[in-house]
């Protein structure tokens, strides 16, 4: 057995560092517990212990362990995309026409001895003209849903100058707030309202810290420091605002429910969420745009620059395209490119979704074999099952 390094605790509640040893100076296998994530009985996600071997704790990470390396890649590559965006907005020579945002709610302000009343506080952190421009939307609407997220991203839209033609907004992907078919649908009517290209960036799941979560801290500690000394009484959004813009250089801004439901009417958000049709993929996507009210996903922000249709002289290496083979269709990747010729290894068929062979496929094409390309596959199930909602 292997040295693979694992702590987790045995039943008489001593750390264990290395299981390779205590099976070899034993003898015998040794009796572990240890967490995995899951659903109680009432479907809400919690911490459960579990118990047996040494083994089944070793087949479990296994079992995990291309899920996990899945995530890592998502969260380097998305990761990746987003400080270049954040370069690209603070270097000298920015482009006017392009601005950064990333939004996220911040934990509830607790108003201390006045009932427990709270403010929900929406963080943004907004680059454009070079510059941060930090601000903080606070209501009383304690609604963390598709209808206030909607109306505060409205407002900050509403901040930008006109210069501003294109916007990429970052977030992480609850699909209670973020990620779902109904924000998704609300994009168009935000775009034709603003007049602006609005792209949907999520990070990969709890990977989404940055500069709002300073915001958002920041801003409630100096009310609370405030509160504290006994030089200000807050009880609700706006006293909160008062507070906050007396002494901080965030620019903390009200709404009250009655603006919210304003903003949402203005947009005929009833009737978006209505209609809004379901996304295929969606709880994959890492990329969203909308294209003619046409909702285009990515699995990676890197991915959208593959973007393709491309005509057969556009295809590139580690580009993505169908072949024809035998009058049958399959996807695939293009792994070299001699003269006329597109080395392309491609995937087979595995029930409704597609799959790496156990040996590589891999052979050159003509170019009239290749029928058109193709945006990168989805990843959809720890099987290393893959996706391509583009393929038909």
Not at 226 to 232: A, F, G, L, P
Not at 366 to 373: A, E, H, P, T, Y
Request: with cysteine; glycine share 6%; hydrophobic share 35%.
């Amino acid at each position: 057995m292997g040295r693979n390094k694992i702590f987790a605790k045995n039943l008489n509640g001593e750390i264990n560092h290395d299981f390779s040893d205590q099976v070899i100076i034993q003898g015998k296998v040794q009796a572990v517990t240890w967490y995995v994530w899951g659903k109680d009985g009432d479907d809400k996600l919690c911490k459960m212990v579990k118990e047996g071997t040494t083994d089944d704790l070793f087949d479990h990470l296994c079992s995990i362990l291309p899920e996990f390396l899945q995530h890592c890649h998502v969260k380097r590559n998305q990761a990746d995309s987003y400080n270049k965006e954040r370069e690209a907005v603070g270097c000298e020579d920015f482009d006017k026409s392009f601005a950064l945002l990333q939004v996220d709610f911040s934990e509830n302000y607790t108003c201390a001895h006045w009932k427990q009343d709270q403010v929900s506080l929406f963080t943004a952190a907004l680059w454009f003209d070079g510059k941060l421009h930090p601000t903080v939307i606070a209501s009383d609407d304690l609604n963390h849903g598709k209808e206030t997220v909607v109306s505060y991203i409205d407002y900050l839209l509403d901040t930008l100058p006109a210069t501003v033609k294109s916007i990429s907004i970052w977030s992480d992907g609850p699909s209670s707030q973020f990620k779902n078919r109904f924000l998704v649908a609300a994009i168009s009517s935000l775009q034709e309202k603003h007049k602006i290209n609005i792209i949907w960036n999520y990070f990969a799941t709890s990977h989404g810290k940055g500069p709002v979560d300073g915001i958002g801290g920041s801003v409630k500690r100096q009310v609370w420091m405030d509160v504290s000394n006994r030089k200000s009484i807050v009880t609700d959004a706006t006293s909160f605002c008062t507070t906050a813009k007396q002494i901080s250089n965030v620019d903390v801004v009200g709404m009250k429910t009655d603006e919210i439901e304003e903003r949402n009417a203005n947009l005929k958000l009833t009737e978006v969420f209505d209609d809004a049709p379901l996304v295929k993929g969606i709880k994959s996507f890492h990329h969203i745009k909308i294209i003619d009210s046409v909702c285009h996903g990515y699995a990676m922000t890197k991915d959208a620059k593959n973007d393709s249709y491309k005509s057969a002289d556009e295809f590139i290496v580690s580009g993505w395209c169908v072949v024809e083979y035998d009058n049958q269709l399959f996807p695939g990747e293009i792994q070299t490119v001699v003269g006329e010729k597109y080395e392309v290894s491609a995937m087979i068929k595995a029930g409704r979704y597609w799959k790496w062979p156990a040996q590589e496929d891999k052979i050159f094409y003509l170019r009239d074999q290749i029928v058109k390309g193709l945006n990168p596959p989805i990843l959809v199930n720890a099987r290393e099952h893959y996706d391509f909602p583009d393929f038909e």
